[in-house]
C-alpha cells in the first residue's frame, strides 16, 4: 500500500480558500520562493543516459518511460525515466520516501529539469499535498493556470533537493509539503493581515477597510506563505 499522508476536509477546505480569497498572492509569492532555490548548471537531460528519458537517433517507437524504481534504488539517487518528462503524474510510490543520509549531501551538482506534476482530473486543484475540486466559478482553462502555476515551483524545489544528494522520493515529498505549507500558510496570513490592518481603524473601519484590507492581505500573505513553504519543507523532510 502506497503511504501518504491522511488529507482532512479542512486541508481541502483550506486548499480552495488559498485559489478563491488570494490566488494571485499564492501563485507568486510560491513562484518567488522556487525561483529563490539555486539551480544547478544543467537544465536537460543528457538523451545518452539511461535515465533521460530522451528518445535515441534512430528509434522510431518509443516505450513508455518507467514510472518507478526499486526503493533501493531510489535511495541511491536513480529516478525513474517519467520524473524528467514535461509533465508527470502525481508519484505514487508503493514505498515510504527514503530517508535523508547526511552523510550524502554536498553542494548541487548538475540535474536534469525535474517535470511538473499534472493532475489527471482536469477539475483538481494541487498545491503539492493538499488537492480538491475547484470551485464552480473557476474554469477548466483557470484550474491549468492555476496548477501550472503552482506546479513549477514544485518541481524546482525537487530539483534542487536532487542536486544536494537527496533522494528522488524525498526531494518529491520535500517540495509537495513546501507548495502545501504555503499554499496553507497564504491563506491563514491573508486572514490576518487584512484583519490588521483594519484595527487602527475603529469606528471608521467601514470605510477604511476596503481600502487597507487587500494591502494587509498581500503583505500577510506573503509573509504566511514563506513560513508555511519552509514549514511545510521540513516535515516533508522529516516525516
Known amino acids: 500500500m502506497a503511504k501518504h499522508r491522511r488529507q482532512t476536509a479542512a486541508q481541502r477546505i483550506l486548499l480552495r480558500a488559498a485559489v478563491t480569497a488570494i490566488p494571485?498572492?499564492?501563485?507568486l509569492g510560491?513562484?518567488?520562493?522556487g525561483h529563490a532555490a539555486p539551480q544547478p548548471g544543467v537544465t536537460q537531460p543528457d538523451p545518452s543516459s539511461p535515465n533521460s528519458g530522451g528518445a535515441q537517433p534512430g528509434v522510431t517507437i518509443t516505450p513508455q518511460p518507467a514510472q518507478q524504481v526499486s526503493p533501493q534504488d531510489d535511495a541511491h539517487g536513480v529516478a525513474p525515466q517519467s520524473d524528467y518528462a514535461p509533465t508527470r503524474p502525481d508519484p505514487k510510490r508503493d514505498y515510504s520516501p527514503a530517508p535523508i543520509q547526511p552523510g550524502?549531501?554536498?553542494a548541487p551538482e548538475p540535474t536534469p529539469d525535474i517535470g511538473v506534476i499534472v493532475p489527471t482530473n482536469p477539475r483538481e486543484l494541487r498545491a503539492g499535498d493538499l488537492t480538491a475540486i475547484a470551485p464552480?466559478?473557476?474554469?477548466?482553462?483557470q484550474v491549468a493556470q492555476?496548477?501550472?502555476?503552482?506546479?513549477g515551483p514544485e518541481a524546482q524545489i525537487s530539483q534542487f533537493t536532487r542536486s544536494i544528494?537527496?533522494?528522488?522520493?524525498?526531494?518529491?515529498?520535500?517540495a509537495a509539503g513546501a507548495l502545501a505549507g504555503a499554499a496553507g500558510g497564504a491563506v491563514i496570513g491573508c486572514i490576518a493581515g487584512a484583519a490588521i490592518a483594519t484595527l487602527p481603524a475603529g469606528p471608521l473601519a467601514p470605510i477604511i477597510a476596503p481600502l487597507t484590507a487587500p494591502p494587509g492581505c498581500v503583505i500577510g500573505g506573503v509573509v504566511g506563505l514563506a513560513t508555511g513553504a519552509v514549514v511545510g519543507a521540513g516535515a516533508g523532510a522529516l516525516i
Open 104 to 106: 550524502d549531501l554536498h
Open 30 to 33: 510560491i513562484s518567488a520562493v
Open 136 to 141: 464552480d466559478f473557476l474554469s477548466d482553462d
Open 146 to 151: 492555476i496548477n501550472s502555476t503552482l506546479a
Open 24 to 27: 494571485m498572492t499564492a501563485a
Open 165 to 174: 544528494g537527496v533522494a528522488p522520493s524525498r526531494s518529491d515529498h520535500i
